[in-house]
């Protein structure tokens, strides 16, 4: 394992906050961005995200050249606030409308590469309670200031909210650590390095996103970090920390469905990258990491698992209980 992708690839979001010297580095490339929303019903969030994100990096910053929501058939009021707001709106069913109709995330974020113009394109969720703009700048700068990096995606704090409405500072993250971070110390242990896995913003460079499969549901992360990771390995990808995410979260039925979508995207994967054939080797230490100062210290825990025959099979037994042999 690469143990030092982990320091050298990860970033704070506080190392581009200096925006005007963003903007230089893209023309520089020559270089368009857009970015993606996508969304279901999400009215209650959606103009702040926009209006944030249009004023800093739009307006103020000629960082981002366009704004796209991609909507899986809001009931509410989202797209008519989304339009209201002078970004441009597709209903998912919409686009590439000969095709199956799916409804999904993924199906999407897909989607918005055929009706967005940008060489980059950053994805961000639209029930982000703390927008700010460096969700976007953030995620931006690996890609602007590096040669190399041609993925990023975010990590940050996840307080969740109790049931008295306060805000609790553990808690976010559940299924990644119950869930993908054990599979991937048992299979794919360089990909622990990715503090949250399943986190709903990345970006990255269109030739990538064009060059993967996108699972239509809660997959979406799961496979794409694996592609990625296979296709062009650790170092074009980079982690960056956004500080702090407060969005709605799921209860332990909505949880369980995430968690089967996810299992179930990471055995395909690893039955197609042939990861449970009986002579590749598996390890044997979960994973997880904890932060001293800036640095990501690993703290690698080996699970020792021992089975026991049917204790039939032992001669003590059958003797003591004159069983036959």
């Not at 700068?141 to 996840?158: C, H, V």
């Not at 794409?224 to 980079?238: P, V």
Request: net charge positive.
């Amino acid at each position: 394992m690469d143990k030092d992708w982990i320091q050298s690839n990860t970033f704070h979001h506080s190392e581009f906050k200096d925006i005007d010297q963003a903007v230089k580095a893209k023309r520089k490339k020559k270089l368009s961005i857009s970015l993606c929303l996508p969304t279901l019903n999400e009215e209650k969030t959606i103009a702040k995200e926009i209006v944030i994100i249009k004023s800093e990096l739009m307006t103020r910053y000629p960082l981002i050249d366009e704004i796209v929501v991609i909507d899986s058939g809001s009931s509410d009021q989202t797209r008519k606030i989304a339009r209201a707001y002078g970004v441009k709106v597709y209903l998912a069913n919409d686009i590439l409308p000969h095709l199956d109709k799916f409804k999904g995330k993924g199906e999407n974020l897909w989607k918005a590469l055929y009706v967005t113009h940008g060489d980059i394109i950053v994805y961000i969720d639209a029930d982000i309670k703390n927008i700010h703009h460096r969700f976007a700048y953030g995620l931006l700068g690996p890609l602007l200031f590096s040669e190399n990096i041609r993925f990023t995606k975010a990590f940050y704090e996840r307080p969740i909210v109790s049931s008295e409405n306060k805000l609790r500072s553990t808690g976010g993250g559940r299924v990644t650590e119950l869930v993908t971070r054990p599979l991937f110390s048992i299979f794919m242990p360089e990909l622990t390095q990715f503090l949250q896995p399943l986190s709903g913003e990345y970006a990255g460079y269109r030739e990538i996103f064009e060059k993967i499969p996108f699972n239509i549901g809660y997959g979406v992360e799961t496979g794409m970090l694996i592609d990625i990771y296979e296709k062009w390995g650790l170092h074009a990808m980079a982690q960056v920390d956004l500080d702090r995410r407060v969005h709605k979260n799921q209860d332990t039925r909505a949880l369980g469905l995430m968690a089967f979508a996810v299992i179930k995207t990471f055995i395909r994967r690893a039955n197609q990258l042939k990861k449970f054939d009986n002579h590749k080797k598996t390890f044997d230490e979960m994973i997880q990491y904890t932060r001293v100062g800036e640095i990501f210290q690993p703290e690698v825990h080996f699970i020792e698992q021992h089975e026991r025959p049917p204790i039939f099979e032992l001669p003590e037994y059958r003797k003591k209980f004159s069983k036959g042999g």
